[in-house]
């Protein structure tokens, strides 16, 4: 499981859950309009209407602002099954 709190990049939300969300609010948009609305607008604009409403827009990465950061670090492994270690009372 991601830790969350690290602002680590697309982390931050659950991605299905606003999707769904999205779909829910259009569906839920359509079926309460009034039968009026729907016979008298025509389908290209109720469409377009929709669409510009309940689209997504996806991130961009810019890649000539990428950097990266990097630096050594300890990590204890002793309770790592697929290693052979013989003293698991200590870090290792």
């Known amino acids: 499981m991601i830790d969350k709190s690290k602002g680590y990049l697309f982390a931050s939300n659950d991605l299905r859950a606003i999707i769904e969300n999205q779909r829910a609010a259009l569906r839920q948009e359509v079926e309460r309009m009034d039968a009026n609305r729907l016979l008298n607008t025509a389908p290209a604009d109720l ?46």
Request: charged content about 35%; hydrophobic content about 30%; overall charge negative.
């Open 47 to 92: 469409c377009q209407y929709l669409v510009e409403k309940y689209s997504l827009v996806a991130p961009a990465l810019r890649r000539e602002d990428w950097s990266a950061d990097e630096h050594e670090t300890q990590i204890d492994v002793r309770n790592d099954q697929n290693r052979w270690i013989t003293d698991r009372s200590r870090p290792c």
